[in-house]
């Protein structure tokens, strides 16, 4: 059974910092790195949105316009985790974030959500 599971999230000051991480677990062998991963973040009364996305070889990365030179995501196969590295949070990061993969075939899993406080 494919089960993804956030970790890293909290309270921070704004201008802080947290690391996000996204646990794999229950895909077969090598079958995790062919799955492209995102973070999405929800915040209340708003809809899910797409933070970042790491392609499957994990050449390609892309970001929402918000977050741009301030997050960063990156995957380590060998640990089937993606993370997502948030630097100068500010208030409207607040949310709670959940890691997504997505295969080409259309199979995808979502992970629980971890949230993300930033406030003084």
């Known amino acids: 059974q494919v089960q993804l599971v956030e970790s890293g999230g909290g309270l921070v000051q704004p201008g802080g910092s947290l690391r996000l991480s996204c646990a794999a677990s229950g895909f077969s062998f090598s079958t995790y790195s062919t799955y492209a991963m995102r973070w999405y973040r929800q915040a209340p009364g708003k809809e899910r949105e797409l933070v970042a996305s790491?392609?499957?070889?994990?050449?390609?990365?892309d970001y929402a316009d918000s977050v741009k030179g301030r997050f960063t995501i990156s995957r380590d196969d060998d640990k089937d985790t993606v993370y997502l590295q948030m630097n100068n949070l500010q208030a409207e990061d607040t949310a709670v974030y959940y890691c997504?993969?997505?295969?080409?075939?259309?199979?995808?899993?979502w992970g629980q959500g971890t949230q993300v406080t930033v406030s003084s």
């Open positions: 790491i392609g499957s070889l994990g050449l390609d990365t």
């Open positions: 997504h993969a997505l295969h080409y075939s259309g199979n995808n899993f």
